[in-house]
T-cell receptor, first 116, second 115 residues
Framework: AQTVTQSQPEMSVQEAETVTLSCTYD???????LFWYKQPPSRQMILVIR??????QNATENRFSVNFQKAAKSFSLKISDSQLGDAAMYFC?????????????FGKGTKLTVNP | DTGVSQDPRHKITKRGQNVTFRCDPI?????LYWYRQTLGQGPEFLTY????????KSRLLSDRFSAERPKGSFSTLEIQRTEQGDSAMYLC?????????????FGNGTRLTVT
């Protein structure tokens, strides 16, 4: 079974600084998708960034980028120029690409605090 | 795009009672998912619909849980004979099937408290 591990329960960063959130996963599949979701307090979960496993190029979305290391099964999220609105729970998630289960497997999350 | 809508936002019930939650997905999304999230944890998959067909159920979904999506639009999740361990946030999500990598769009969730 696929598993997703986020080893940092909490992280903090100073406003305008850069922070990296870690995620590792375990799978025997070669084709899959990886996602980072953000869940602000009492608000709905929203997609931050996604990566297709067949793509070697790391995904970027404005201030958010990933470091995808397929061999190491690592998928870290880098947030540059951190803003107060980035404070939230961040979840790493995995989904296989073809056939079988449609489920998205989530890690336990990392709580990010942004200090002014 | 009005987003995924869930009702009610909060539900308090006594142990042993039945509860039903509703989810209205984004209108053009044919895939609908239910997840459960407890405090300090990531969401756990419960079940998945493609149109009106329930194609996947987690082993977490005991026989007290049932979900339907009768016309391939809104969905309901019913919990019978609730237990305190059922207290959690129940999240609904939907996505389009047009792209393999399309992301899930989540609703605000229904928070269930069983007393």
């Amino acid at each position: 079974a696929q598993t997703v591990t986020q080893s940092q329960p909490e992280m903090s960063v100073q406003e305008a600084e850069t922070v990296t959130l870690s995620c590792t996963y375990d799978t025997s599949e070669s084709d899959y998708y990886l996602f980072w979701y953000k869940q602000p307090p009492s608000r709905q979960m929203i997609l931050v960034i996604r990566q297709e496993a067949y793509k070697q190029q790391n995904a970027t979305e404005n201030r958010f980028s990933v470091n995808f290391q397929k061999a190491a099964k690592s998928f870290s999220l880098k947030i540059s120029d951190s803003q107060l609105g980035d404070a939230a729970m961040y979840f790493c998630a995995y989904r296989r690409a073809q056939g079988g289960s449609e489920k998205l497997v989530f890690g336990k999350g990392t709580k990010l605090t942004v200090n002014p | 795009d009005t987003g995924v809508s869930q009702d009610p936002r909060h539900k308090i019930t006594k142990r042993g009672q039945n509860v039903t939650f509703r989810c209205d997905p984004i209108s053009e999304h044919n895939r609908l998912y239910w997840y459960r999230q407890t405090l300090g944890q990531g969401p756990e998959f419960l079940t998945y619909f493609q149109n009106e067909a329930q194609l996947e159920k987690s082993r977490l979904l005991s026989d007290r849980f049932s979900a339907e999506r009768p016309k391939g639009s809104f969905s309901t999740l019913e919990i019978q004979r609730t237990e305190q361990g059922d207290s959690a946030m129940y999240l609904c999500a939907s996505r389009t099937g047009q792209a393999l990598n399309s992301p899930l769009h989540f609703g605000n969730g229904t928070r269930l408290t069983v007393t």
